[in-house]
């Protein structure tokens, strides 16, 4: 069982930065791979980025891919979401979720657990 808790998110101006947090129960968070999702009001959950719990390798969405970065730093039971350069369509809930699938995962399906979002605003 893996609880998650994600924070971090709040108001930012355009081409601004953020990072959230997801802080992770457990004693395994080592063995899960983590992702990032997002949504955004009236639209469906979407992959934001994930990385893999047994090859490190990292997978972005990409909308994302050179603004943001994933990361984790294991002893903490955290995972990051480095959000740089960002636009007002980057606004929405965004959720991590966790798997004890080794591989990069990038389906909703593939998560077996979910935080409860933090809200991400981007103001033009």
């Known amino acids: 069982q893996v609880h998650l808790v994600e924070s971090g998110g709040g108001l930012v101006q355009a081409g601004g930065s953020l990072r959230l947090s997801c802080a992770a129960s457990?004693?395994?968070?080592?063995?899960?791979?983590m992702g990032w999702f997002r949504q955004a009001p009236g639209k469906e959950r979407e992959f934001v980025t994930a990385?893999?719990?047994?090859?490190?390798?990292?997978y972005y969405s990409d909308s994302v891919k050179g603004r943001f970065t994933i990361s984790r730093d294991n002893p903490k039971n955290t995972a990051y979401l480095q959000m740089n350069s960002l636009k007002p369509e980057d606004t929405a809930v965004y959720y991590c979720a966790a798997s004890p699938r080794g591989n990069v995962l990038s389906q909703r399906a593939e998560y077996d657990y979910w935080g409860q979002g933090t809200q991400v605003t981007v103001s033009s």
């Open positions: 457990g004693r395994t968070f080592s063995r899960y791979s």
């Open positions: 990385i893999s719990w047994s090859t490190g390798s990292t």
